[in-house]
């Protein structure tokens, strides 16, 4: 692909819409890059099994139009940081994934306490 205006050099990537089943190699691993997987799905408790069926789990997104019923549902998702209708990330807030997407926090106070050793005396 063409470089963006301005820079020489570098490697980029084309924004990319893939579709297709959990099974496609893109949908079962991580890819940092602007890059997305759509995957239908019948009901809402296939999503989250087709959500929640990786070895990964760095971040997720919900979109939906009541506030509540979206927090209800990103505690259904097994991924460090779940993003409610785009909202904006909270550099305080802990940042990090499940499974094989990493051990510990980054950021926030959990980030500082990453550096800390802990004793118990008594």
């Known amino acids: 692909p063409e470089a963006p205006e301005g820079i020489e050099r570098g490697f980029f990537v084309r924004p990319t819409v893939f579709s297709g089943d959990n099974s496609l190699r893109?949908?079962?691993?991580?890819?940092?890059g602007p890059v997305v997987v759509i995957i239908p799905f019948d009901s809402e408790e296939e999503a989250f099994q087709i959500a929640n069926d990786s070895q990964y789990g760095l971040a997720g997104a919900i979109w939906a139009g009541d506030a509540?019923?979206?927090?209800?549902l990103a505690s259904k998702l097994r991924a460090g940081r779940i993003r409610i209708n785009?909202?904006?990330?909270?550099?305080?807030?802990?940042?990090?994934?499940?499974?094989l997407s990493g051990i510990g926090r980054e950021s926030g106070r959990f980030g500082v306490e990453e550096y800390l050793e802990y004793k118990s005396i008594g």
């Open 86 to 99: 785009g909202s904006p990330v909270n550099l305080k807030a802990p940042h990090g994934g499940f499974r």
């Open 68 to 72: 509540d019923r979206a927090k209800t």
């Open 26 to 32: 893109v949908a079962r691993e991580e890819i940092f």
